[in-house]
């Protein structure tokens, strides 16, 4: 891959945590490309799933991954992208949805099979940005935002998608850069101080990037 092109920044963490609006952020003050999340569903797949989990668990999510793939893949072709969410951390819902029984284990395994096949042909980010956030904080902003198919899911699914969110990131071994921020007292969309600290933190962040890949 061109060494000028990739990924340069993905942002992540559970539903309404704040990802959109600091991808924004991030492309006003370092100038980068937003790649907005995918969200192509002309079958309401996400909709049905709320309604019949074990029976579109499948199809939605192998729907999601393969709009993903082609998202990531554009990334990084045209460079110096920044991200909200990625095909990276696609595996946390369908880890979830295999213990809890939405994935038959014989669907996890199609699905584990073809996200190893498509990850074999892109390139970790140069740095992940994980937003983590109490549970209840998170729903406060899901109710904030109201979109429909999310405001009527219950207290019980957000708290395990957080468990498993936190689980991923505790673990992150993908490469590149980590960076953890708490989020639950800040609001870097209305409070310019918070937004000048989630500038600062990843520009630090950056900085450290840029001093391992000198001495590498």
Known sequence: MDEAKGVEIVVDG???????????????????????????DENRLLNKFFHDRAKWAFPMQTNFLTNRF???????????????????????????YLEYGYLKPEEYAVYNNLLETMLEHVVPPRLLVYLKVDTDEAIRRIHKRGRPDEVEVEREYWAHLNTFYESNYR??????????????????????EDRT?????????RQVMAIKKASS
């Open 14 to 40: 559970v539903t309404g945590v704040g990802k959109s609006s600091l991808v924004k952020i991030i492309c006003d003050e370092f100038d980068l490309k937003p790649f907005s999340e995918m969200f192509e």
């Open 171 to 192: 673990d992150y071994a993908l490469g590149g850069e980590l960076l953890v921020i708490r989020v639950d007292n800040l609001d870097y969309v209305h409070r310019p």
């Open 197 to 205: 600290f989630m500038i600062n933190e990843i520009k630090k962040a």
């Open 70 to 96: 082609k998202q990531y893949s554009q990334a990084m072709k045209v460079g110096q992208a920044v991200m909200d969410r990625s095909i990276y951390s696609d595996r946390i819902f369908a880890r979830m």
